[in-house]
């Protein structure tokens, strides 16, 4: 069981599943919109969801054998402890049973065309495995958006069909909050993935990948890294200037647990040179991804 479990990822597919479940019960619940799903509809989005994404890290592991025999070779299951077909058989699976899932949901809800999303993100997964992460700049953009979706699926079922002229505006305002984390999300992901290719970048480049890392180096990639960030680190500052300086509970736990460790993960990128400093710095981002999520939970007691 447990090789089967590192093969979907595990960890990943319960932060998934958590990060939507918070938006559902801590942020959408807790406050007076109108909303589509009640619990077993909102089960079905999440699983939904957690197969679609077990099925890309499966496909994803079948294709990159050859670079993580370099990367992390202790944690190459196919090919060792999983059989390629099996392996194969269980993306097929996930795969079915997602988008089985995002049909019937779609439908429940009256918005068959929402089953598309499944489909496509289906494809994307498919396509990210076995082609797009070979291009430069290309694969990491698409899981970014990918994780990025994740946040704006609950939005998508449970907030936008429920939609009237009499409830618009606040409909729209919850749906603006959940496009603000979606972004923050995308862009530290974005960071994230550069950051992994920087880690990887001997096995990346044994299976000729295309990515920053091999076609700068890692010195500039460092600095464009660096650059990069300040895109959401300039963009939280202006967030809680803009929303969180009047309750001071919020603009502390902004600067501390995401500003603070955006701001030292720009410096140390700059310097880092080997797979431990980078390791550590996609282990800060994720840090900041994580207390970013956390904060939605808090939305109800901090925005008060």
Known sequence: ?????????????????????????????????????????????????????????????????????????????????????????????????????????SNMIGRPVFSGIFIMVSGILYLYATSFKSYLVVGNLLISALVALVIILPGLFDLLPAITPQNQDSQRTFLSILVDYAIFAFLINWLREMVKNQQDIQGDHKAELQTLSIALGQERTNKLISAISMIPFLAILYYIYAYLYQNIYAMIYAIIFILAPLLWFMFKIISAKNKKEFSNLSGILKLILVFGIVSIALYPFLWK
């Open 1 to 105: 069981m447990k090789k089967y479990l590192q093969l979907v990822r595990l960890p990943n597919l319960l932060m998934i599943a958590v990060t939507q479940l918070v938006i559902k019960y801590c942020f959408l619940d807790p406050f007076p919109v109108e909303i589509t799903l009640n619990g077993f509809g909102f089960s079905l989005l999440v699983l939904a969801t957690v197969c679609l994404a077990a099925a890309g890290n499966i496909i994803n592991s079948i294709y990159s054998v050859k670079a993580d025999e370099v990367n992390q070779p202790a944690k190459v299951i196919v090919g060792r402890q999983i059989s390629e077909k099996t392996a194969y058989n269980l993306f097929i699976t996930f795969n079915i049973i997602g988008v089985l899932l995002g049909f019937y949901l």
